[in-house]
């Protein structure tokens, strides 16, 4: 299975890159009656950064669509949510990944989009992200204020991981562009500045584990340490309601004591003219094939049927509801 988490997808998003971007998808059916059964063509996926969780969920779902539908779908690394909904949007991609909030920016016309709401609908909502905000020790940093002149990774730029570490910043009295030394660095990079020292921390949004995590607090140890974001969770919630209360367990990463955190759920998302078809049948295929995903990465155990509609404001793509049972 481990060939699923990096091989298929390293290689995909290598040819897309050559090809100059996502590429367009063959089947056009958009209309509706088509049943639950996918047509024949390609299509895309935009995931996340390559040690991210995005990367490795949308590399074994784009394999499982390929083995069990006629699409062959292929998926690639990108910046994450603000960039995906945008590219998914200029019809570069597909499907995307993407955090509820900044799909909820999307939607709404605000933030990132300001002004110009995004045809964009969901297929299912998925595993929650966790906000997770890991400092070194001898920074000083106990709490996102004492980040102040502080050497900080916001993540990717346009990434849903820069919006909630803005809003963090925002949130703690914060000017990111003025108060911190903010690096927009992805995962990759992030990791390699906390290992030699040029960070002082970052900022991350995405599920548990996270490998390059795992991979930090293991070479690291003690000298790096998660913080408590959820005092700022009330001026999160004033901007988007979708913002909760969650916990990272102590064993995730290996601890010394769970910790407190924000939490907002992933969606899975496309444009509004996807064919109904598809959008039943891959939806359909990721609760029936779950178990599959399930060895792909832990995260995906909490991917919830129950709640797979609750996608608002995001609508919910009419082929999906199909899925649901209408």
């Known amino acids: 299975m481990r060939s699923w988490k990096v091989v298929p997808v390293a290689v995909l998003a290598v040819a897309l890159v050559a090809a100059g971007c996502g590429g367009k998808r063959a089947a056009t059916d958009t209309g509706s009656g088509a049943g639950c059964e ?15 969780v995005y990367y490795v969920v949308g590399g074994g779902l784009a394999k499982l669509i390929s083995d069990n539908t006629k699409l062959k779908a292929t998926a690639a690394e990108t910046g994450a949510s603000v960039q995906n909904i945008q590219q998914l949007v200029a019809d570069d991609y597909d499907v995307a990944f993407s955090l509820a909030d900044t799909a909820a920016d999307a939607v709404n016309g605000k933030g990132a989009f300001e002004g110009a709401p995004q045809q964009v609908r969901a297929l299912t909502r998925l595993y929650p992200n966790y906000t997770q905000v890991l400092v070194r020790t001898s920074s000083g940093i106990d709490s996102i204020a004492d980040m102040r002149g502080k050497r900080i990774s916001t993540g990717s730029p346009k990434s849903g991981t820069e919006v909630i570490a803005n809003r963090l910043l925002t949130a703690a009295g914060l000017d990111p562009e003025k108060d911190v030394s903010a690096q927009r660095l992805d995962l990759a990079k992030t990791a390699d500045g906390m290992k030699d020292g040029s960070l002082d921390g970052l900022v991350w949004s995405g599920g548990l584990p996270t490998a390059q995590l795992t991979d930090l607090t293991t070479s690291l140890r003690d000298q790096v340490k998660f913080i408590d974001v959820t005092p700022l969770l009330p001026e999160l919630k004033e901007l988007n309601p979708v913002y909760d209360r969650g916990t990272i367990p102590a064993a995730t990463y290996g601890q010394p004591a769970d910790v407190p955190t924000v939490v ?33 990465h832990p995260a995906v155990k909490d991917i919830l049927k129950e709640k797979a509609a609750l996608t608002d404001p995001v609508p919910l793509h009419a082929g999906s ?6």
């Not at 047509?39 to 040690?51: K, M, W, Y």
């Not at 509801?321 to 209408?326: K, S």
């Open 264 to 296: 907002v759920p992933n969606v899975l998302l496309v444009r509004s003219d996807f064919p109904a078809g598809d959008a039943c049948a891959i939806t359909r295929l990721l609760f029936d094939k779950k178990a599959e995903l399930e060895k792909i």
């Open 38 to 52: 996918a047509a024949d063509g390609r299509i895309t996926i935009a995931t996340g950064n390559s040690g991210g």
């Open 321 to 326: 509801l199909d899925a649901f049972g209408g």
